[in-house]
């Protein structure tokens, strides 16, 4: 099953980062290309959802550039609260 929904969405917390050589976990208060992060998002509106590891379509999402349309990052779902 596929589904697709919009929202805004804004970081509200970079919790760490991980070190892709020794994959340690870091803290991190920005993110460069291709950083690997566990990070909360502040939704415009509810959105449903399943954790990745239980549904992959779901659980999964992609981050779009509003201004140029390009993606510019994805991510897998791990905790609902």
């Known amino acids: 099953m596929h589904t697709t929904r919009?929202?805004?969405?804004k970081i509200s917390s970079i919790n760490?980062?991980?070190n892709i050589n020794t994959l340690d976990t870091e803290q991190a208060n920005e993110l460069?290309?291709?950083?690997i992060a566990n990070i909360s998002f502040k939704?415009?509106?509810?959105?449903?959802?399943d954790?990745?590891?239980?549904?992959?379509?779901?659980g999964a999402?992609?981050?779009?550039d509003e201004t140029t349309y390009h993606t510019v990052?994805?991510?897998m779902i791990e905790t609902i609260e």
Do not use: E, H
């Open 61 to 64: 999402f992609i981050i779009i």
């Open 73 to 75: 990052g994805a991510g």
């Open 16 to 18: 760490n980062k991980i």
């Open 6 to 9: 919009l929202s805004k969405a």
């Open 43 to 49: 939704l415009a509106q509810p959105l449903i959802v």
């Open 32 to 35: 460069k290309t291709n950083d």
């Open 51 to 58: 954790q990745y590891s239980q549904n992959r379509s779901t």
